[in-house]
């Protein structure tokens, strides 16, 4: 009998001992780790919660441990029962796993995961094939420069208009005290995505509420004290319920993103009331946004095609295509003609590449800009050359004491602009990340180690030479390397100088002759290859035109220490914690 009970004891104690084994992770062999994470069953979920609670930066933490095993890769074990993933941060093998090896790297199943219940079947969220081939296809003419700055240029202007106007009465009512501007630039760059897929037609808008609520208020009704450092609290104001929807939608993928298994969290999510409701709401505005597009390509086609027109599937008409949008149903059109079937405009890769358009637009943009005035706040230097720059660029605007139109703003090429719009991007780090998952079967060689098959590397985008001191060890180890993978220019990019890398230096995109040089130094914040952002053109679009009317119209005071600093937190992008703002109107 006693030996019948000691059996029994010793199974179950050997099978919680296998149990535990085998859930320890499992590293991948060679790769550097942290051994104390090995030996837990949570790896490295608790010192990467213990950073969270104290710096909130997941960001700055991926990057401390290649520090810590001081290797340009090396993994972390934060997924408990699941494969480790790899961080790498070296830029000379980011760029050429991106530019050069995407039949052995592709878009990762984390990202599917991550926005399953938003964009189920977008092209982002697809891997590289014949399904995202297609839904490219769908999207492409949208990018295309004509485009872009004849027709989606004015809407976004207009838009900005709408920021410039609800600043002046803020900065009028704030008299010389800080806000802050997070919303703002939010329901800028989310007005100005939405006209670009919408057109400038589009009768919502997330600004212009906030406008009207304010127009009529005084200072001393809204502001409390006389502090000139406390920041002023403004009222907000209701905005549509479809924007909301959308708006609410984005910040239920924040929520996904952070729980510890996002295709669990999406189940539960999707039962929800309000994700129901909020879905209903955004698909039944893209519905009604469809059949206006449909309607007026019916009334396009009444007042007759382009001649000629009719044979091509590559080029939409842009005189009379608008926005986003239209060039989808065109596309579609055109496509179901040649195919010989009847064109489905509201299928499921349309809805969501629309969706997408917005989701992949306006957190990344507004974000971006919450970085470049805080920049810009900090360096009175850099505002005033800016200003400068922008006012012998539009001399003609200063002359007629008007500010650039759309078209100039769009058609101009200002060194300095691109400078400061290119640094911005690369201190601020809005998407600090870029994922890629090893495809090919037999696995993939990394910086000298084998990772195997549904491995998931993070390319980190703050690593030495891009935003950190380049150790004179990795540059002999890889330096020469650069010249081989990247051609092109005489050595590669060459990393940028480690004395003033970690500093906001727009001059360093300037060569010496003064015009802009795109790859003065490693930066890559819209990816790159055949996966890199199928935005970029748009985004500088859009960044071009809100920062230049931005700068025009206003003068960025510092703000006092607690509404300032560049500590981010990563939601689904990389955003500063705190974005204040100090206005002064410039008259002249
Ligand atoms: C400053 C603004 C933006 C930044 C920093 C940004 C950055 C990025 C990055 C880093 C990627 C992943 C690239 C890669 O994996 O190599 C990406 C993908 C993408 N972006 Fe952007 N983006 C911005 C604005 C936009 C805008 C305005 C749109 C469209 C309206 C857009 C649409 C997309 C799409 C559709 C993809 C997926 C491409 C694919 O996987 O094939 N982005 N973006």
């Keep these: 009998m006693l030996s019948t009970i000691l059996l029994v004891i010793a199974s179950i104690l050997l099978f919680f001992y296998f149990s535990y084994r085998w859930a320890l992770p499992r590293p991948i062999p060679g790769i550097p780790y942290n051994a104390s994470s090995a030996g837990k069953v949570l790896g490295d979920v608790p010192d990467l919660l213990n950073e969270l609670a104290l710096t909130g930066d997941m960001v700055q933490w991926l990057l401390k441990q290649n520090l810590k095993t001081q290797s340009p890769i090396s993994q972390i074990f934060v997924q408990p029962l699941g494969k480790p993933y790899v961080l790498v941060s070296d830029w000379r093998a980011a760029r050429d796993v991106m530019m050069h090896r995407s039949k052995e790297f592709d878009r990762s199943s984390l990202i599917t995961n991550l926005f399953e219940g938003l964009l189920r079947r977008q092209q982002f969220t697809l891997q590289t094939g014949a399904e995202w081939r297609a839904h490219r296809f769908l999207v492409q003419d949208t990018m295309t420069p004509a485009f872009l700055n004849k027709m989606c240029a004015p809407a976004i202007y207009a838009r900005s208009l709408d920021m410039v106007k609800l600043w002046t009465i803020k900065e009028r009512l704030a008299g010389g005290r800080p806000f802050r501007a997070t919303d703002d630039i939010f329901h800028a760059t989310f007005d100005a995505v939405n006209s670009f897929s919408f057109g400038e037609q589009f009768q919502h808008s997330s600004t212009r509420p906030h406008i009207e609520l304010l127009e009529k ?38 929520a996904v993103k952070n729980a510890p298994s996002p295709s669990l969290q999406w189940r539960w999510t999707k039962l929800t009331r309000s994700f129901r409701q909020h879905t209903a709401l955004k698909d039944a505005c893209l519905r009604t946004e469809i059949s206006k597009a449909v309607l007026r390509a019916q009334r396009r086609d009444e007042r007759g095609t382009p001649a000629g027109h009719e044979e091509k599937v590559e080029e939409p008409s842009t005189s009379t295509i608008r926005s986003g949008i239209d060039v989808i149903i065109d596309r579609e059109t055109r496509v179901a003609a040649k195919e010989q079937r009847a064109p489905d405009y509201t299928s499921q890769p349309i809805m969501d590449e629309l969706f997408g358009f917005v989701v992949a637009g306006h957190d990344t943009m507004s974000t971006t800009l919450c970085w470049a005035v805080k920049f810009l706040a900090d360096n009175p230097g850099t505002q005033t050359k800016l200003r400068q720059a922008l006012r012998v660029a539009h001399a003609a605007a200063v002359n007629e004491s008007r500010a650039p139109a759309a078209e100039e703003i769009a058609s101009a090429r200002i060194p300095y602009l691109e400078a400061v719009m290119e640094e911005v991007l690369r201190c601020g780090l809005t998407v600090p990340i870029g994922d890629r998952e090893v495809v090919a079967e037999s696995g993939a060689d990394l910086l000298g180690y084998r990772i195997p098959k549904g491995v998931i590397v993070f390319f980190l985008h703050n690593g030495p030479g891009m935003r950190i001191p380049e150790s004179d060890a990795n540059i002999a180890k890889y330096g020469t390397e650069a010249g081989a993978l990247h051609g092109g220019k005489k050595g590669g990019i060459a990393p940028w100088s480690d004395d003033d890398i970690t500093n906001f230096k727009p001059e360093r995109w300037l060569s010496d002759d003064g015009s802009f040089d795109a790859q003065a130094g490693p930066s890559m914040p819209f990816g790159l290859g055949i996966r890199a952002c199928f935005g970029k053109r748009l985004a500088y679009l859009e960044f071009r035109i809100l920062l230049t009317m931005m700068m025009w119209h206003f003068s960025l005071g510092p703000c006092p220490e607690e509404l300032s600093g560049y500590a981010g937190q990563l939601a689904v992008v990389h955003k500063p914690r705190v974005c204040y703002v100090r206005l002064e109107s410039i008259t002249k």
């Design 217 to 254: 208020e005084e200072p001393e009704r809204i502001q409390e004290g006389q502090d000139i450092n406390a920041p002023v609290e403004f009222p907000k104001a209701h905005i549509d319920p479809s924007l909301d929807a959308m708006l609410e939608l984005s910040e239920i993928m924040e």
